[in-house]
């Protein structure tokens, strides 16, 4: 037998470490927002931009010199202390750099024995397998165990190899900590040998055309999504086990329109929110990944129209059972979730 027992799945891996959770806890997560600890500008900004994200992440992996990783890890510590993280809601998480790295056994133990009481997840990157998973799970219930924590730190990990793509189910599957998976596309090109320089997005050579005319004429041609197939398996990988998918950077700081419908795509396919690595990503984060209010009206009268989510109804033309009941419960859940935090929204989601 290779995997543990059900019983044994959620029992602590060390003594005195917190019970693991059995269901993750319901909170909006539209973007992770990635904050550079190192640099003091920045990280001073953290208080006032909390309020206005659904998690800060301190990054202390790729983007963060080698010789700044000391003062990153120390920033990151500095900020799970700037704000009230657990008391008032945002989330604070932290990437870490990665197993194999000279800086991940210093990362993973100073977070925890230092913030620990205010962490909510941490992002693990280049996850190659369930075996990252199991050595930093059990690694981190012994630092819980230490800091005497009493709610247990969760994992999300990062897709950005072939071969954590080819064992994408398995590390969904790996611990209880699992909170989500979002896609590195960055990484993820480079592992795969795919021809780019681009971080997400489309490829103005990645597309089809038309076939030839009898008139010689041109061709119509439109780019393709070359994401497709990654994010639609990870959020089938995500949701078989119970968390969350995740779009992860978005490069082209500057392309507000092709961010936005990256975004958007992830967003129908099933992804919980994406990360915003500058402060003009917030608003498009929050703008896609909250449901669009016309959406929530429609998917509120289908399910006026079967309480019981039974049955079927025509609504404006369009047949309604009790799987068109369920979409609309994912629409109308999502904007119960975005109107305990947005007031604007919440106004227009109720129709007043
Ligand atoms: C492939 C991957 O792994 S992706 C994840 C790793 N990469 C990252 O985390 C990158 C995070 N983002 C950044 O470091 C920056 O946004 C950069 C380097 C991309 C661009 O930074 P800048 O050139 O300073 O952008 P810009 O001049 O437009 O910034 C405008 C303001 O926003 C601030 N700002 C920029 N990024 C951030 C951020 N992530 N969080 C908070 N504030 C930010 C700048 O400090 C600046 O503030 P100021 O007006 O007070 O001077
Ligand atoms: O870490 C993210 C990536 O795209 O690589
Ligand atoms: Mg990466």
């Given amino acids: 037998m290779s995997q543990k027992t059900p019983r044994n799945f959620f029992k602590p891996l060390a003594i005195g470490a917190p019970e693991p959770m059995r269901d993750l806890p319901v909170k909006l997560e539209r973007m992770i927002h990635f904050v550079p600890p190192h640099l003091d500008k920045v990280r001073a900004k953290v208080p006032s931009m909390a309020p206005g994200v659904d998690v800060i992440l301190a990054n202390l992996e790729d983007a963060i010199p080698a010789d700044a990783k000391d003062a990153a890890r120390a920033g990151a510590i500095e900020m799970a202390n700037m704000y009230d993280w657990q008391g008032k809601g945002t989330g ?32 693990l990157p280049k996850v190659e397998g369930p075996w990252d998973i199991h050595f930093a799970d059990q690694y981190v219930a012994q630092l819980e165990a230490k800091a005497g924590l009493t709610r247990p730190i969760l994992f999300h990990a990062i897709l950005e190899t072939a071969q954590g793509m080819a064992l994408v189910e398995d590390i969904a599957l790996a611990s209880p900590r699992m909170q989500g998976i979002s896609l590195g596309p960055a990484d993820l090109a480079a592992d795969r040998k795919m021809k780019t320089t681009r971080v997400g997005g489309g490829h103005p050579f990645y597309r089809v055309i038309e076939d030839p005319k009898e008139d010689g004429s041109d061709r119509a041609s439109a780019q393709q999504d070359p994401w497709h197939y990654t994010i639609a398996r990870m959020v089938d990988a995500c949701r078989m086990a119970g968390i969350n998918a995740f779009y992860g950077p978005f490069g082209d700081i500057a392309d507000l329109d092709a961010c936005e419908q990256q975004f958007r795509n992830a967003f129908l396919l099933g992804c919980a929110g994406t990360w915003s690595l ?38 404006d033309g369009k047949m309604q059972d009790d799987a068109t009941w ?21 106004k227009a989601y109720s129709g007043d």
């Fill in 92 to 123: 604070f998480w932290s990437r870490v750099n990665p197993l194999n790295s000279p800086w991940f056994q210093e990362d993973v133990s100073q977070l925890v024995l230092n913030a620990g009481h205010q962490l909510d997840v941490i992002m």
């Fill in 278 to 315: 500058h402060p003009n990503q917030i608003a498009i984060a929050k703008k896609v990944f909250s449901p669009d209010p016309d959406e929530v009206k429609f998917a509120r009268k289908i399910l006026a129209a079967m309480p019981d989510g039974t049955g079927v109804a025509m609504i």
């Fill in 326 to 346: 369920k979409q609309a419960k994912v629409i109308s859940d999502l904007a119960d979730l975005v109107a305990g935090k947005d007031p604007d929204l919440a």
